[in-house]
């Protein structure tokens, strides 16, 4: 008879055979001992009394032993006629592997009734499903209920099938049936793909106590949730603010101490002119920061982790949002709650974007000082020149390289980031992402379950991107959130339900997320069509360790010989015999076999299925056993939903239907972008959107000669009133005399005379007026006009600056 993996036999041992004897030995005697009454009293005509056959008392001790003996001998020439026919003489010699059978199963996962009834504790994945029937006192008498067995432990898990294959309703509506129908439920996060699943769950869900969300990015014109990925980082760079220090009069200083609000306006002013250092503990904002642009723009594949390509311009973007963060939170923390929400909300990804479109593809043109021509000046370059030394944004920035490279190296940092950034300028997202409607904390840590979909178009990729950024966001935020909770654990599971995950862009650090996820609370179910899905995401290395993680993977069919080729071999080998005949003898051999070849993997049945558990080693009783894969098939094949689960159907169902959230249509992309500088003498530069504009000091305008700083001393020598009037009584400089005092604020705009008139020595104004070198706002030789026009001796005779 041919080999058939359906009724693939136990192994059966030596030792079988020998306690098969032992049982067999005492019905065998009674037998004998049967034959021996019945024979006498044939030969000696006696009439056979009742219960005569089975009486043994007559027996004597010698003649017990010897009918006993013999009764022996008979067991165990049969028992060895077995042995040597069903036996495995060579047990393992070829191959020890076979499929778990259902007895076992029962013993080592959780049973739950397969449809409709609530059952207590936790729900999990489903492993195999059997049917048992039921012995009722009212008609009909018998009947015949399903249930599932179910792996509730810790445990990512993978489902293997092509499209139109059966990955929905052969496990994964059955996955969310059990998960939905648990007292203590689970959060789920599901990557829905045209939207079939939030379709099919989203009413039987809220039936059962689920708080339903959609984040709709297919039809978003019916509404949606909104969701800001720099809400965190708001947040956090806020509290840095508000936790600040500063030095001042050389003693460091917090400025979460100063509760007069003129003197925190003060200081703030000191520190925008640099009159004041101060130290930013941005490291939270920062890491977060950090995380988002990792996975906005994710590594190659097979990439070795320090590609300039990728890491520039991640310093690029991760320079902006910090730099976003600090123009407005910096206003929003003197202002009353509602007024401060105004400068919070312009802390958006949409905003980032507008703002490295003006910077980035904004010039200023300078007018060289020798020669012909102009330079051109990059405004990001004089936006982050600005900031003052070790400020976050500006820390980035130099990271980044994109100052000072030459320009074919700036204009690919500037593409990647500006690619990355394309997608949230889109009106749609734009407004999706421009806020936050529920706190993504509360998945794990909120008093109600939620099932948030995340539908996107199959048909526009870079959709696609969301899912991946919103999943690694959301397990960012928990997993924070962990640090703080009893045990570093979610108070709720949460389940990411990575439909599709093929189509999605590569999760950055996925692998780590996969096996740190499971001792907070959180696991992961991902659906593929075959191995080369995840392959092509992430490499043939990364791919392999992702799987790795995987501790149950439910294999339906493939086509693909690779993916076949690997669970066949996984599945494990076995060892058959083989019988030749000829000539009135039989030879019989032992043979290596695979318990499923590739070839039978592509032909499966409906309802059968693979699974591989590799992290399975004890049972519900914490009896250690074998992780032996499980073959579905037969009695345990797994139902289909659209025939055992009618409520989890998406047909006749509608996207208006769904519970979708109509607020963000208010928001006016008008607020978010950054407030206006009031210019009263405007930059010149290269025109660009206009819809964002820094907060900065304006940038003096300097394309034209007539239009450029003029000098702020002449050449001649300086009138008797300037040079008495130049010279303070006690021969220092006259940082009090009213004419200079009058003609510096002739020269100088308002601001700069004020920061002029603060400095109390020659080494403080010579800092002032290098800045303003390096500023463009004077040159050389006007710094020198000033040193030497003002720093005078007593006799009004002038003194070379030193």
Same mark, same amino acid.
């Given at each position: ?23 067999? @030995? ?46 022996? &001998?008979?067991?165990?020439?049969? /028992? ?19 499929? *778990? ?53 810790? *445990? ?22 059990? &998960? ?73 200083? #917090? ?9 925190? /306006? ?11 250092? %101060? ?14 642009? *990792? ?19 991640? @310093? ?88 000072? %490279?030459?320009p074919q190296t700036r204009a690919g940092i500037f593409s990647g980031c500006a690619n990355a950034l394309t997608l949230f300028m889109k009106p749609s997202i734009a407004k999706i992402t421009a806020k936050s409607t529920f706190r993504m904390e509360d998945l794990g840590f909120g008093d109600e379950p939620i099932a948030l979909f995340m539908i996107m178009p199959e048909a526009d990729k870079t959709y696609h991107a969301l899912s991946s950024l919103y999943t690694s ?79 149950? #993977? ?10 076949? %080729?690997? /669970? ?42 693979? /699974?591989?558990?590799?992290? =399975? ?25 659209? =025939? %055992? ?19 963000y249509k208010s928001i006016i992309l008008g607020d978010l972008m950054l407030d206006k500088a009031i210019d009263n003498n405007p930059p010149s530069y290269t025109p660009g959107p206009t819809l964002a504009e820094i907060t900065d000091p304006p940038i003096e305008k300097e394309t034209q000669p007539d239009d450029r700083v003029r000098p702020l001393f002449t050449e001649e020598a300086p009138t008797e009133e300037k040079a008495q009037g130049s010279v303070s009584k006690n021969g220092e400089y006259p940082w009090d005399d009213a004419v200079f005092q009058r003609q510096l604020k002739l020269l100088l705009p308002e601001a700069l005379f004020e920061l002029m008139l603060k400095r109390q ?35 009004? #005779? ?5």
């Open positions: 008879m041919a080999y058939d993996p359906r009724k693939s036999r136990l192994i059966l041992s030596a030792s079988f055979f020998v306690k098969l004897g032992a049982i067999m @030995s005492i019905p065998t005697f009674f037998l004998i001992n049967s034959l021996r009454v019945y024979f006498r009293s044939v030969l000696l005509s006696q009439p056979l009394e009742k219960g005569a056959l089975l009486r043994v008392n007559d027996l004597s001790t010698t003649d017990l032993l010897f009918v006993y003996s013999i009764a022996c &001998l008979i067991v165990s020439i049969f /028992v060895f006629a077995l042995y040597r026919n069903l036996g495995d003489i060579n047990a393992g010699a070829e191959g020890s592997r076979r499929f *778990a059978t259902l007895r076992e199963l029962k013993k080592e996962y959780k049973i739950v009734p397969d449809r409709q009834e609530m059952f207590e504790g936790v729900g999990g994945f489903p492993i195999s499903h059997f049917y048992k029937y039921i012995f009722k006192k009212e008609f009909p008498y018998v009947t015949r209920k399903g249930f599932l067995l179910i792996e509730t432990g810790e *445990a990512n898990n993978q489902v293997l099938a092509p499209t139109r294959g059966g990955k929905g309703e052969n496990i994964i509506k059955q996955y969310f049936d059990v &998960l939905s129908r648990a007292k203590d439920k689970a959060s789920l996060i599901i990557n829905d793909m045209k939207g079939e699943l939030a379709l099919a769950c989203s009413a039987i869900f809220t039936k059962r106590g689920y708080k339903v969300l959609i984040l709709n990015f297919i039809r978003p014109e019916l509404g949606s949730i909104q969701i800001n990925p720099l809400d965190d980082i708001r947040d956090a760079y806020e509290d840095a603010l508000k936790h600040r220090k500063y030095l001042e009069d050389g003693d460091w200083k #917090e400025y979460a101490d100063i509760e007069d609000e003129e003197e925190r /306006v003060r200081v703030e002013r000191d520190i925008h002119s640099g009159m004041i250092q %101060e130290e930013i503990d941005a490291g939270v904002a920062v890491d977060l920061t950090s995380a988002l642009c *990792a996975q906005l723009i994710p590594q190659k594949k097979n990439s070795s982790g320090d590609d300039f390509w990728i890491n520039s311009p991640r @310093s690029l973007m991760a320079a902006l949002i910090l730099y976003i963060c600090d123009v407005n939170l910096r206003k929003a923390i003197y202002l009353d709650e509602a007024a401060a929400e105004k400068y919070r909300a312009k802390v958006t990804l949409y905003t980032t974007a507008i703002t490295l479109n003006h910077l980035g593809g904004s010039y200023e043109e300078k007018k060289k000082k020798v020669g012909m021509g102009v330079d051109k000046f990059n405004l990001l370059d004089k936006t982050f020149t600005k900031l003052p030394e070790g400020h976050p944004a500006k820390n980035e920035y130099s990271t980044s390289k994109f100052a000072g %490279e030459a966001m959301i397990y960012q935020v928990l997993t924070r959130r962990c640090l703080t909770a009893p045990g570093q654990r979610c108070k709720r599971n949460v389940k990411f339900v990575l439909d599709e995950k093929g189509q999605m862009v590569p999760i950055e650090n996925y692998s780590a997320m996969c096996s740190m996820g499971l001792g907070k609370g959180i696991d992961f179910m991902q659906a593929l069509q075959d191995d080369n899905q995840l392959e092509d995401l992430y490499g043939r290395e990364k791919a392999n360790i992702i799987r790795q993680g995987m501790s149950n #993977e439910f294999f339906i069919i493939s086509k693909d010989k690779d993916t076949t %080729e690997r /669970v066949s071999r996984e599945v494990g080998h076995t060892q058959i015999y083989t019988r030749a005949r000829g000539s009135g003898n039989s030879d019989e051999r032992v043979k290596r076999r695979r318990l499923l070849e590739p070839d039978e993997l592509a032909e499966l049945m409906e309802g059968e299925a693979i /699974v591989l558990r590799v992290t =399975k080693r004890k049972d519900r009783k914490g009896r250690k056993i074998r992780p032996r894969p499980i073959f579905n098939t037969g009695k345990t094949m797994m139902p289909y939903a659209w =025939k %055992e689960l009618p409520e989890f159907t998406s047909r006749d169902r509608f996207f208006e239907d769904l519970p979708l959230d109509q607020s020595s020659e080494q403080n104004l010579r800092h002032i007026l290098q800045k303003l070198v390096s500023d463009g706002s004077i040159n050389q030789t006007d710094m020198t006009a000033i040193l030497q026009t003002f720093f005078v001796t007593e006799g009004g #005779e002038r003194r070379a600056a030193t």
